[in-house]
C-alpha cells in the first residue's frame, strides 16, 4: 500500500519556518502535483518526503510506515531530479541498473576485486536483465543502452532518470519539475508520456511543478502552496471552480479569473449601476470581490449590460482574448498588472478593437465571491 | 541529508584532530622559545608556555641580527612579488587569448620549468650572475627567485583571464582601446582578486626561498632569515629556545599574514575554472 | 603570422602583438633557466671542480658511466622513488580526507579551512628545524609521547637511524604538504553536483558508494592533475631533507637532488652533479609522459573521448 499522509508537518531554516502545517493525505495510485510559484516550499516538501531535508515537525506516513525518520535510501521511493543527475561516467544501462545494484549490496562489496566480480555477477542475472530491457522498452530507450549521458539529448536523459526510477518498482515516485528544462513542445509530449506511465505502472506519484497546466492535465490531486501553507487542496476541477480564495482563483487559469470589487447584498452583487443576480442568498453584508472567469463572460448588446471600454485585445487564433476596462467599476487585478481590465475571452477571431465601447453580460451561474479584505471564499 | 548521530559526533572530533595535528609543530615552536633551559631537557615536557619567559625575544634580538635577516627576507620578498607579477600579465594575457604555435611552446616551456630543481641550477646561476656582477645582491636574489615563481604565477592568472567572457574586451575594442589598453584597464581589474593570491604566492615563495639565498649571498649584512635559521640547525652553541625563538619570528608572520589572505588565494586560484 | 581565434580577427591590431607579449618573460626564461640548464648539459660532460668552475675538461660519458657503475645510483634512484611514492600517496590521500572532512558544513568551517592551511604557509626551513628539535631522541615530544604510550621506537634518534630516518622526513613533507592537496581538492569538491549525491543515496547507496559514484568522477580530474605535481615537486624538494639529514645516515634519505647537491657543493665534482641533475630531469620526463599516456587512455575508457 502507498498512500501518503502528511501530518502536521512543518520545517524551520533556523528561525525561518518555511513549511507550515501541512496536513494532507492522498490515496494509493494518486497523481499528487505539488504546486505554486518558485519559494513556495513545494519542492523542499517533496525532499522532506524523500529524506532528503528533515523535517522540524510533524509525520510523513506512508502506507502503514511512519518514513520520516528513515534515511532516504530506505523508504522505497524513486527520485526524478530536474536536473535528471543521471551518473555521468556509467552507461545507461548500468545507470539503470545501479538502484538494483544497490539494493543487493553487501559491505564486503567494496573489497576491489570481490566487488567487481559480485556486480558483474548481478548485472548479468537474468531478472536483472529482463528488468532493464522491459524498462528500455517502455522508455523507447533500447538503442541508447550503451550509451553515455553526455551523448544524449535533453528529452532522452528524463527518460534515463524515469528508467532509473522505474526499476526500483517503487512505492512512490517523486519528481521534482523534471520538464523545466524541455523545450516547449517536448514538454507537451513528455507530459503524456508520463500520465501513460502513471496509469500502465500504478503507484503513487508526487510531483512538484510551477506550470498550472501540468498540474491540471496531470494531477489527480493538487495542493497549491504558497509561502509554505496549502492554499487549496483538492481535485483539478474543484481548484478550478471552486476556488478556497482570491490566490487561488488568479493562479488557476489562462487568463485568470476575474476580481471585481462589488457590494454584496443578499442575493444581488452590485457595482457600479450593474446589478448581478446570484443563484444563492447570502447572509453577509459587505465589500466582496466578484470572481468570474474569462470564458463565463459575452460580449453584446448594450441592454442590460455592463459597460466598458476596449483596452487590449489577443488574437490567439481559436480564440480571442479581449480586455475591458469598466466604467463604473474596478478590478482587483495585481499592481503590476496596472490596466485594471476584465479579461474575456470569446471564440473565433473578434472584429473588435482597442478604444471601442463593450457590454458585458456575466453567468451569475459561474459566478463566485471573496471577501475583499480576507481573499477567503465567501459561501452562502 | 539526515546525518547519523555517530557521525555528528565523529566528525568534530576528526576535525579537532586534524587542526591539533596542522597547528601543533607551529604552536610547539612557540613553546620551545618560551620554555625555560632547566626545563627544557626535564623529564617531562612543559606543554604550555612559560609567559614569563617573553624576555627571550628581546634577548634574541639584541644578540642576534635577527631584525636584519627579517628585513632582507622582506625585501626579497616584496621584489619577487613585484618583478614576477609586472612579469607575468603579459604572457598570462596570450596565453588565454592568443593562438599560435609560439605560444604553445611556451605554455610547454612554462610547465617544464617545474621540473627544475633549485639545486641543480644553482651552479649555473651562480657563475652567471658572477658575471653580471649579480651575485652577493639581494637585487641578484630577487631575479633568481622571480625566475622559479614566474611560471605558476603566470598559469594561475592566465587562469583567471579565461574566465573573462571576450565581449568585455571586444567592447572596449569598439571604444578605441588598443590591447595593451585592455590589459591594463579592463582585464586586470577584472582579476584582482586572482592578482592578489598570485601577490601572496610570489610574497611567500620569496620568504621561504632557501638554497639560492644561501648560495648567491655571501655577506653577512644581506643574508636572509631562512639563511640565518638554517646555520642554527645541527649547532650546538646557541641555546634552543633562542633558535626557536628566532623561527618563531620567522614563522609567525608569515603564517598569520598567510590566515589572512588565504580565502582570497583559495579564491584567486580557482577563479576561471569552475566545472560542473 | 599569428593565426588568431575567430572571435579573435575582430579583436585584430597589430599582428605582432602576440610575440611582444610573450617576448619579455620567454627572454627572462631562457636567461635564467634555459641557458643554465643548458650549462649543466654541457657541464655533465666534463669534470669541473666547484672552486675553478671556469675549467673544463671534457671527459664524455665517464660521469654517467661513474655513476652506473661504482656510484651510488641505484640507492639514490631507490630511494627517490620510495620517497617520491609515499610523499604522492600519503599528501593527496590525507588531503582527499582532510578536504571530504572539511567539505560538509559544520559550525567553525571557515576557521577551520584556514587553519589546515599552516603547514603550508610554514616556512621549510623552519619547519625542518623544529621537526628536527622534535624528532630528538632525549628531548623531542615524539618520543615523550612514544614513551608515555609505552609504544616502541621511542629512545631512538629518528634521524640518526637508518631505518627511521626516511620514515621521519616522509612524515615532516607529508605534514607540510597535504594542505596543498586539500585546498586543492576542496576546491574540486564544490563543483560536485548536490543532485548527484541525493540520487545516489536515494538509490539506497552506503557513503563509500555515493563517494565512489558521484563525488570520485567529478573530482578525479583534478586529483589526477594533483598527482601529477606532487610527484614533480617531490623529485625537486632540497630544502627540508637536506637541513635534516643532508641526505643521510648512510644514504637513508639521499634522493637525486640531495646527492646532486652533495657531488657539487660537498666534493666538489660538478660534472657529476650535472649529469645526476640530467638523469633526474630524465626521470621527470619519463613521469610526465608516462601520466599523460594513463590519463588520456582512462578518459578514452570513460567515453570522454
Known amino acids: ?380 | 541529508m539526515t546525518a547519523s548521530p555517530i557521525s555528528h559526533t565523529l566528525r568534530p572530533l576528526a576535525v579537532l584532530a586534524l587542526l591539533g595535528i596542522a597547528a601543533f609543530p607551529i604552536y610547539w615552536m612557540v613553546v620551545t622559545s618560551m620554555t625555560p633551559s632547566s626545563e627544557l631537557f626535564a623529564e617531562r615536557p612543559n606543554l604550555l608556555p612559560s609567559l614569563g619567559q617573553i624576555s627571550i625575544y628581546g634577548e634574541v634580538f639584541r644578540t642576534i641580527p635577527v631584525a636584519r635577516w627579517l628585513w632582507n627576507s622582506f625585501v626579497v620578498a616584496a621584489g619577487t612579488t613585484v618583478f614576477s607579477i609586472l612579469l607575468a600579465i603579459l604572457p598570462a594575457y596570450a596565453l588565454s587569448r592568443f593562438r599560435f604555435t609560439g605560444i604553445a611552446i611556451l605554455g610547454f616551456a612554462l610547465f617544464a620549468t617545474q621540473m627544475l630543481p633549485e639545486a641543480m641550477l644553482v651552479v649555473p646561476l651562480y657563475s652567471i650572475f658572477g658575471k653580471l656582477s649579480l651575485l652577493n645582491s639581494l637585487f641578484g636574489l630577487i631575479l633568481a627567485n622571480t625566475a622559479f615563481v614566474v611560471p605558476v604565477i603566470t598559469w594561475i592568472i592566465k587562469g583567471a583571464i579565461d574566465g573573462i567572457p571576450l565581449e568585455v574586451e571586444e567592447a572596449a575594442r569598439m571604444d578605441g582601446c588598443s590591447r595593451i589598453d585592455i590589459v591594463l584597464a579592463i582585464v586586470l581589474p577584472l582579476i584582482a582578486p586572482t592578482l592578489a593570491a598570485a601577490a601572496v604566492i610570489s610574497f611567500f615563495h620569496g620568504w621561504n626561498e632557501y638554497v639560492f639565498a644561501q648560495t648567491l649571498i655571501s655577506s653577512e649584512q644581506l643574508r636572509t632569515a631562512s639563511v640565518g635559521l638554517a646555520s642554527f640547525v645541527g649547532e650546538l652553541s646557541t641555546p634552543i629556545h633562542a633558535v626557536m625563538a628566532v623561527g618563531v619570528m620567522y614563522t609567525l608572520p608569515a603564517v598569520i599574514f598567510y590566515l589572512f589572505a588565504q580565502r582570497y588565494v583559495v579564491a584567486g586560484m580557482t577563479a576561471g575554472s569552475v566545472k560542473g | 603570422m599569428a593565426d588568431l581565434r575567430p572571435s579573435e580577427v575582430r579583436l585584430e591590431g597589430n599582428s605582432w602583438t602576440p610575440y611582444l607579449f610573450a617576448a619579455p618573460v620567454a627572454i627572462y626564461l631562457i636567461l635564467f633557466q634555459f641557458y643554465p640548464l643548458a650549462q649543466e648539459f654541457y657541464l655533465s660532460f666534463t669534470s669541473t671542480d666547484l672552486l675553478r668552475p671556469d675549467d673544463n675538461p671534457f671527459v664524455g660519458l665517464d660521469n654517467y658511466a661513474f655513476l652506473f657503475e661504482a656510484g651510488d645510483l641505484h640507492n639514490v634512484l631507490w630511494i627517490t622513488a620510495i620517497y617520491t611514492v609515499c610523499c604522492v600517496v600519503f599528501a593527496v590521500g590525507f588531503g582527499l580526507l582532510a578536504a571530504l572532512l572539511l567539505d560538509a558544513p559544520f559550525i567553525g568551517r571557515g576557521v577551520a579551512r584556514a587553519l589546515v592551511t599552516i603547514p603550508w604557509a610554514a616556512p621549510s626551513v623552519a619547519v625542518a628545524l623544529v621537526f628536527t628539535w622534535m624528532f630528538n631522541a632525549q628531548y623531542g615530544i615524539f618520543n615523550h609521547g612514544l614513551r608515555a604510550l609505552s609504544l616502541p621506537f621511542g629512545a631512538e634518534n629518528w634521524l640518526d637511524n637508518p631505518l627511521l630516518a626516511l620514515p621521519a622526513i616522509l612524515f615532516t613533507t607529508v605534514w607540510q604538504i597535504f594542505p596543498f592537496s586539500s585546498v586543492v581538492i576542496l576546491a574540486a569538491l564544490q563543483g560536485v553536483p548536490h543532485e548527484l549525491r541525493e540520487a545516489a543515496a536515494i538509490d539506497g547507496a552506503d557513503r563509500f558508494n555515493i563517494f565512489k559514484i558521484a563525488v570520485w568522477p567529478t573530482i578525479q580530474p583534478t586529483v589526477f592533475m594533483l598527482v601529477l605535481f606532487v610527484t614533480i615537486w617531490s623529485l625537486r624538494r632540497f630544502d627540508l631533507i637536506w637541513l635534516m639529514t643532508q641526505g643521510g645516515p648512510i644514504g637513508a634519505t639521499n634522493t637525486m637532488v640531495i646527492e646532486l647537491y652533495r657531488q657539487g657543493f660537498v666534493y666538489r665534482d660538478l660534472g657529476s652533479a650535472a649529469a645526476i641533475g640530467m638523469i633526474g630531469l630524465t626521470v621527470a620526463l619519463v613521469v610526465t609522459v608516462i601520466y599523460f599516456k594513463v590519463t588520456l587512455a582512462a578518459e578514452r575508457a570513460q567515453g570522454k573521448r
Not at chain 1, 522498452?137 to 522505474?166: K, Y
Not at chain 1, 513542445?185 to 501513460?196: G, V
Not at chain 1, 481559436?318 to 485594471?340: F, N, P
Open chain 1, 1 to 380: 500500500m502507498s498512500s501518503i499522509r502528511f501530518k502536521n508537518v512543518t520545517k524551520s531554516f533556523g528561525a525561518k519556518e518555511v513549511i507550515r502545517d501541512i496536513d494532507i493525505a492522498v490515496a494509493d495510485g494518486e497523481f499528487l502535483v505539488l504546486l505554486g510559484p518558485s519559494g513556495c516550499g513545494k519542492s523542499t516538501l517533496l525532499r522532506m518526503l524523500a529524506g532528503l531535508e528533515s523535517i522540524s515537525g510533524g509525520e510523513i506516513v506512508v502506507g502503514e510506515r511512519r518514513v520520516d525518520q528513515l534515511p532516504p535510501g530506505q523508504r522505497d521511493m524513486a527520485f526524478v531530479f530536474q536536473s535528471y543527475a543521471l551518473y555521468p561516467h556509467l552507461s545507461v544501462r548500468r545507470n539503470m541498473t545501479f538502484p538494483l545494484l544497490m539494493q543487493q549490496f553487501q559491505w564486503w562489496y567494496h573489497l576491489p576485486l570481490v566487488g567487481r566480480m559480485a556486480r558483474n555477477r548481478i548485472e548479468k542475472r537474468p531478472d536483472v536483465v529482463t528488468k532493464i530491457e522491459k524498462t528500455a522498452r517502455i522508455l523507447a530507450l533500447t538503442e541508447m543502452l550503451d550509451r553515455f549521458p553526455r551523448t544524449l539529448s535533453g528529452g532522452q536523459r528524463q527518460r534515463v532518470a524515469l528508467g532509473r526510477a522505474m526499476v526500483r518498482e517503487p512505492q512512490v515516485f517523486l519528481m521534482d519539475e523534471p520538464l523545466s528544462n524541455l523545450d516547449a513542445k517536448l514538454r507537451t509530449s513528455m507530459r503524456s508520456e508520463i500520465t501513460a506511465l502513471h496509469r500502465e505502472i500504478g503507484g503513487t506519484f508526487v510531483y512538484v511543478t510551477h506550470d498550472q497546466v501540468e498540474a491540471m492535465t496531470m494531477g489527480t490531486r493538487i495542493a497549491l502552496m504558497r509561502d509554505g501553507v496549502i492554499q487549496q487542496f483538492g481535485t483539478a476541477r474543484e481548484i478550478y471552480t471552486d476556488p478556497a480564495n482570491t490566490y487561488v482563483a488568479r493562479f488557476i487559469g489562462t487568463p485568470p479569473m476575474n476580481l471585481i470589487h462589488a457590494s454584496l447584498s443578499g442575493d444581488r452583487a452590485s457595482f457600479g449601476s450593474s446589478q448581478l443576480r446570484l443563484p444563492q442568498t447570502y447572509t453577509t453584508r459587505a465589500e466582496v470581490l466578484l470572481g468570474i472567469r474569462p470564458n463565463a463572460i459575452s460580449i453584446g448588446q448594450k441592454e442590460g449590460a455592463v459597460p466598458g471600454r476596449v483596452v487590449i485585445v489577443e488574437h490567439i487564433g481559436a480564440e480571442s482574448v479581449i480586455g475591458v476596462r469598466l466604467d463604473e467599476a474596478r478590478t482587483a487585478h495585481e499592481a503590476d498588472q496596472s490596466m485594471d481590465a476584465v479579461m474575456v475571452t470569446v471564440p473565433g477571431y473578434t472584429e473588435l478593437a482597442v478604444g471601442d465601447a463593450a457590454y458585458l453580460s456575466f453567468d451569475p451561474a459561474q459566478a463566485v465571491l471573496f471577501s475583499s479584505t480576507s481573499g477567503e471564499r465567501l459561501r452562502p
